[in-house]
């Protein structure tokens, strides 16, 4: 089966009609294959998992590289690809809706939107980031009518954890035209059960506190995604395997690695080695 990006964004837009599914983040072609083969039902990006692959901080990879990825991610597998946009690429809504008619034409089934300028900067002002959400709104309208918007909200990972503030913007994204609603970084119940209430009909989307999926179900939770965590697990392997070999001369943390006979089953039949 080879599904049509038209499809792939059906089938995006149909998981956030009900119940709760998890949104893995593949940070390259291979971990999408994987995470693909294991039966997840939709994949997204990560600006961390990506930008460590090239051997940088997150955020340090530039537009057309972000595009590039994209566009190989969407095409690795069958499944709808949600783009973890960071900021637009830009502060100003037109730049926002330029960048984000770009990244449509990946191929990815959705992406989302930050209201920080980046990991080191702050949120922006209310009134221009509810205006780049709206800027981002038009520029899917304008070119793929079905594919998924959210918008995020950064205050708690980024020196601001202000749920009522939190709360005001995600209501205030969600009026502008987001479909999702996302505020990394909430930990407890009470705060996740507050901002599902506060946007409801419209479906949230949580960073994974730890809590298991069916806790987040309860809580009224629509998507789970880990952001970097899985190329965090993947790199952190590959750390202690190498910090032994080099400190020690030992190998033993090796054992813990996937067989060949674990791999290939799941990279023999991958869309991404076609062409």
Not at 47 to 63: F, K
Not at 112 to 124: F, I, K, M, N, W
Not at 204 to 212: D, F, R
Request: charged residues 20%; hydrophobic residues 50%.
């Amino acid at each position: 089966m080879s599904r049509t990006t038209a499809e792939k964004r059906r089938e995006f837009g149909r998981l956030h009609e009900g119940g709760c599914f998890v949104l893995p983040n593949p940070w390259d072609v291979g971990s999408a294959v994987l995470l693909a083969h294991l039966g997840f039902k939709a994949l997204a990006s990560t600006s961390a998992g990506m930008a460590w692959s090239l051997g940088r901080l997150d955020g340090g990879a530039a537009l057309d590289e972000v595009l590039v990825h994209l566009d190989s991610l969407a095409r690795a597998t069958d499944l709808p690809l949600n783009a973890d946009f960071e900021n637009g690429f830009a502060d100003d809504p037109a730049g926002v809706a330029a960048n984000v008619a770009l990244a449509l034409d990946t191929g990815i089934a959705g992406l989302s939107v930050e209201d920080c300028a980046g990991p080191a900067a702050g949120l922006y002002d209310f009134t221009l980031a509810v205006e780049r959400v709206t800027a981002a709104r038009e520029a899917i309208d304008a070119a793929a009518p079905g594919a998924v918007l959210t918008a995020r909200s950064e205050g708690f990972i980024r020196g601001r954890p202000d749920l009522d503030e939190t709360i005001r913007r995600l209501q205030a994204f969600a009026a502008a035209g987001a479909d999702c609603l996302y505020a990394p970084g909430l930990r407890q119940e009470e705060q996740i059960r507050a901002v599902v209430a506060a946007v409801a009909p419209k479906p949230v989307n949580v960073l994974s506190p730890g809590l298991p999926v069916a806790s987040l179900a309860a809580l009224g939770v629509r998507r789970i995604s880990v952001g970097g965590a899985l190329a965090a697990a993947a790199y952190g392997e590959a750390l202690h395997a190498a910090r032994e070999m080099a400190d020690q001369g030992t190998f033993s943390t090796l054992a813990r690695a996937a067989s060949g006979r674990e791999l290939s089953p799941v990279f023999a039949q991958s869309r991404s080695g076609a062409g």
